[in-house]
């Protein structure tokens, strides 16, 4: 049960009035890791566009409302300090370098667990949802479902690839398109966007198509895209993407944005035996994939599917493709204390990559 020296308070940045663009900084209690958990003191927290969504009690989909004084952040990377007990046999120890996800902890023992659908664990607890998020010094983590950290993996850079790696990688895996086939990747300007486009053309070999609004063309080219189409330039996104297909459309679309129009006309982007995948959380009032109607779905045989972030084996698998220096992700640090501004500055759409706060 070796330890650190650990402090008896520590700093933390929440949601004080849930429901709109506003976080302060507390001072909050060190807990104590009970059986099977860890206490991880965190050095850095990436901000996702569904920690905003979190705060801003902005998703339909989530059964309550967020609370005052709720510790957001699910992008979490730090060192071990305390292992809690009944972890003998446990694959971490003191010192080891480990990440936090957006599922914080899992039950094992539902349909979806068994199935080695973790990520849709039943009973899951989402980390800066009714449990304490990674936007703080300390947090309390079980030790079974922690991603270890490569070595030569920078902390900084490691942190987003726990929540937009993972989704997007998990997202690709789930097109079932092969190396050389045509992916277009929605929003791949984006903190998920970007990621996607290396994973999609630098991982497995995809010949990509990026859509964003123009201020994003050079970040997504540098990611690796084959082609971009700037949303607020062309009269018809499908028309493009049909004419860079030799008219057919492409294998895949990745919607890796929330905006309500990039799902309006996903399925028109595709060629026969086409697949969607779901992956951004549209705000507000949903609106409907108005072009899957049936006839088209089974003329061209298309197929819709949604994915949520990844597996803790699929966590693993990104970090090493990180580690080998496939997949880099375009961001800056901030301090904690500037995280309302970040999420200004998401808000107005303005963000691009990443940010990464350094929670020293």
């Known amino acids: 049960m070796g330890s650190v020296d650990i ?49 801003m009690n902005a998703w339909s989909i989530l059964p309550f409302p967020t609370q005052a004084g709720q510790v957001g952040g699910h992008e979490g990377v730090g060192k071990i300090v305390k292992m809690g007990p009944g972890n003998d046999n446990a694959a971490v120890k003191v010192g080891d370098r480990v990440g936090i996800k957006w599922m914080a902890a899992i039950c094992e023992a539902c349909e979806a667990c ?33 991603t270890p950290i490569p070595a030569d993996l920078d902390s900084a850079a490691a942190a987003p690839l726990l929540c937009a790696g993972v989704t997007v990688y998990s997202a690709l895996r789930k097109t079932n398109a092969e190396s050389g086939n045509w992916v277009v990747i929605s929003g791949a300007g984006g903190g998920l966007g970007h990621l996607a486009v290396q994973f999609s053309a630098k991982g497995i070999g995809h010949r990509v198509i990026g859509i964003d609004h123009s201020s994003k063309k050079d970040l997504v080219l540098e990611s690796g895209a084959e082609h971009f189409i700037a949303v607020d330039g062309t009269d018809s996104v499908p028309d493009a ?52 109607n049936p006839g088209i779905m089974v003329a061209k045989a298309l197929q819709i599917v949604g994915s949520a972030v990844g597996t803790r084996k699929e966590a693993i698998e990104t970090m090493e493709f990180a580690a080998r220096g496939l997949v880099k992700t375009h961001f800056r640090t901030e301090k904690m204390d500037k995280l309302t501004e970040v999420f200004q500055e998401m808000h107005e759409q303005k963000l691009k990559g990443r940010v990464v706060l350094d929670l020293s």
Do not use: W
């Open 114 to 146: 068994r199935a080695g659908m973790d990520a849709n664990c039943f009973n899951g607890k989402i980390s800066g949802y009714y449990t304490p998020g990674t936007f703080q010094q300390y947090v309390l983590s079980p030790a079974n479902y922690v």
């Open 7 to 55: 402090p008896k308070k520590y700093k933390a940045a929440v949601y004080d009035k849930p429901g709109s663009i506003s976080t302060k900084i507390e001072e909050l209690d060190m807990p104590e890791p009970g059986a099977g958990q860890v206490l991880i003191n965190l050095t850095h927290s990436g901000v996702c566009h569904s920690d905003m969504g979190v705060m």
């Open 241 to 292: 993407v049909k004419e860079l297909t030799n008219g057919l459309g492409a294998h895949a679309v990745v919607v890796c944005t929330a905006n309500n129009s990039a799902y309006a006309q996903a399925v028109d982007l595709l060629r026969f035996g086409g697949r969607v995948v779901c992956v951004g959380i549209p705000e507000g009032d949903v609106v409907p994939i108005k072009t899957a």
